[in-house]
């Protein structure tokens, strides 16, 4: 027997780290589970990763684009590569580090969950509570099996060691959407298709319409209404067909089409939904009693920082503790360029919820911010219940919108009417103002904009 534990936690990712942190720091004997590396999906595959390259994708394009800069530019992928990994090491190693210096055990392996203990690689680890966070994996899709040299999904993606002269997309949501923006920057001709009728299919519709034609005017080909129907190799080339009856060879294939939840190894009765993610009641317990989940594998939105709270949560109450997680604003941030913010209520949504709801929108062309980053093309919309002026929903499209995520959650989760956030001084000169900006606009009283006549 490896040992015995008050609280284990299965998964070092963004749903488990935390859980087993804050466990520790109420005083619980703690132990944490991993398989890979510590940091999980975010740190090593997805979010950091991929932000690190898209910063590199931004310099470029800033590059090019000012009319100061002359002279050529270029980017060494594979120097590229080995910053990237420089960054994503340091991170891992620092939950690590953050583990050991909060006392939690660390267990490397593969567990499998079953009653009263989890076995890894044939020892037993006993638990007195447990917190499932074993994440989730890509989607694959029929006719396109993930090999690692022709046919990607996000993980495999970050081990090329070449740049390709084209590669295909499968997939318009915020991972499609990031890599189309990447590899359009650094050169690839990129051809892009989504099932659905349009890009970012949950998000407001004005959204997707500003990001499909921006990536259209940067040389990506978008398809919607398509699907990828089957591939072979070609001579060292992937063979796509296509449902308008396309066929086009590519050097890569990228099938981003979403997630699916990590429950191998799941091996106690807890209740799954329609989709077979984990339910969770608002303390983060299973059906379960004394077992809890975390982060992807509870389900939508799967977001890091949603799970970084659940995992707070989940981990103090198996702990012994009595905390609830009630966030109903958890933002989504797309990091395009510029990036996307969105938090709250479509429009759509708002009615479709029976509620008096409007919308205005603020373009980013008066302020000064947004042009010095080059995202003066960019917008704000509030959608807000029409009698009270209490908002409902925020949706951005602007340079380093990801920076003004937390005040627009804050914002919702206060009730913050348009009047409070006219009355809140912004600095200038930043592309925060738009917050105030649209707010003046919306209560017909703009300062840097002409009223409507």
């Known amino acids: 027997m490896r040992g015995k534990y008050d609280v284990v936690v299965v998964g070092g990712g963004p749903g488990g780290y935390p859980a087993a942190i804050i466990a520790s720091q109420k005083g619980a004997k703690t132990a944490v589970i991993e398989a890979d590396r510590f940091g999980g999906e975010c740190t090593n595959y997805g979010c950091i990763p991929t932000k690190a390259l898209l910063k590199a994708a931004r310099i470029a394009r800033e590059l090019r684009e000012y009319p100061f800069i002359t002279g050529e530019v270029s980017i060494d992928f594979k120097s590229l590569r080995k910053w990237m990994d420089r960054v994503v090491n340091r991170s891992s190693k620092g939950v690590e580090y953050l583990l050991k210096g909060n006392d939690v055990d660390i267990i490397k392996g593969r567990g499998r969950i079953l009653a009263g203990y989890v076995d890894v690689d044939g020892e037993r680890v006993e638990y007195g509570s447990l917190v499932i966070a074993t994440g989730s994996k890509p989607i694959s899709i029929p006719g396109f099996p993930i090999d690692g040299r022709y046919i990607h999904n996000n993980k495999t993606i970050l081990s090329i060691e070449d740049l390709p002269d084209n590669i295909l997309i499968i997939g ?134 949603k799970a970084f709270m659940e995992g707070i949560v989940a981990g103090e109450n198996a702990a012994g503790g009595d905390a609830i997680y009630v966030s109903r604003y958890v ?123």
């Not at 809140?424 to 900006?437: G, K």
């Open 172 to 305: 318009g949501g915020y991972i499609g959407l990031e890599y189309a923006t990447l590899f359009t920057r650094l050169g690839v001709k990129v051809d892009l298709v989504e099932l659905m009728d349009r890009v970012l299919p949950q998000m407001d519709r004005d959204i997707s319409a500003y990001i499909s034609r921006r990536l259209t005017k940067e040389g990506v080909n978008i398809g919607t209404g398509v699907k990828a129907v089957s591939s072979r190799v070609v001579g060292g080339k992937v063979e796509v067909r296509l449902s308008n009856d396309v066929v086009e060879r590519y050097d890569y294939v990228l099938v981003a089409v979403g997630r699916r939840p990590n429950t191998e190894g799941v091996d106690i009765e807890v209740a799954l939904d329609e989709k077979g993610f984990i339910r969770v009641d608002e303390r983060m317990e299973t059906s379960v009693k004394g077992v809890y989940a975390a982060g992807d594998v509870t389900g939508d939105p799967m977001l890091a920082h």
């Open 331 to 453: 933002p989504s941030v797309v990091y395009t360029d510029p990036e996307i913010l969105s938090v709250g209520m479509t429009l759509e949504e708002a009615r479709n919820a029976n509620i008096d709801a409007v919308d205005t929108m603020y373009p980013l062309r008066g302020l000064a911010k947004a042009r010095m980053e080059l995202g003066d093309d960019g917008f704000i919309k509030y959608v807000f219940e029409r009698g009270s002026q209490t908002l409902l929903g925020i949706h951005m499209v602007a340079p380093n919108a990801s920076e003004m995520a937390g005040e627009a959650a804050y914002l919702l989760e206060t009730g913050a009417t348009l009047e409070d956030v006219a009355l809140t001084i912004h600095p200038h000169p930043t592309v925060s103002e738009a917050f105030r900006e649209a707010a003046e606009y919306a209560l017909d009283r703009p300062i840097h904009m002409l009223r409507k006549r």
